[in-house]
């Protein structure tokens, strides 16, 4: 039984830190992906939030939808990357999904709003937003996950 490097730690959970050729994976380079990745999707982020801004007693509707839409484009691109057929890059997951997408999707913000809404004493819509979110998100993404499943599927019959 070959024991774990101590102190090494996997950055994508491909990587088998009992291969040494995946235990040396470069880490700067995926930094630098997520970085780069995260300035993008937060922009882009700050940018709805510009085009739709939420009003002192408004319903956080730009947040909301944020976070939906960044989980299903995250069920789209891993369905890609894993099911595509096509090799992707290494840091096209860490780019695309922790960096663009991550940055994107504000689950803080969602927080915030959340305890907003409360301090407000809107307890009713503080609680439905929360679960709104909840249930938005995890739809979004198995929605989108499948719809790219079979489009991948479909496109892998047409080809052969």
């Keep these: 039984m070959t024991r774990p490097v101590p102190g090494a730690e996997a950055i994508d959970p491909d990587v088998d830190l009992h291969v040494p050729a995946q235990r040396a994976e470069r ?3 995926t930094l630098a992906a997520v970085s780069a990745g995260g300035a993008l999707g937060a922009s882009a982020r700050y940018g709805v939030s510009l085009v739709w801004p939420a ?3 408004a319903f956080p509707w730009a947040t909301f939808w944020t976070n939906v839409a960044g989980c299903a484009l995250i069920g789209v691109l891993m369905v890609l990357i894993s099911e595509g057929g096509r090799s992707a890059h290494p840091l096209v997951r860490p780019l695309l999904g922790t960096g663009v997408l991550g940055g994107f999707t504000t689950f803080s913000t969602y927080a915030v709003d959340f305890e907003r809404l409360l301090d407000r004493g809107e307890a009713a819509t503080a609680l439905t ?3 709104l979110t909840v249930v938005g998100a995890l739809v979004a993404v198995w ?4 719809v790219t499943r079979r489009a991948v599927r479909a496109r892998g019959r047409v080809r052969a």
Excluded at 143 to 146: G, P, R, V
Aim: glycine content about 16%.
């Design 27 to 29: 880490r700067w380079p």
């Design 55 to 57: 009003g002192p007693a």
């Design 129 to 131: 937003y929360a679960g």
């Design 143 to 146: 929605a989108a996950a499948s």
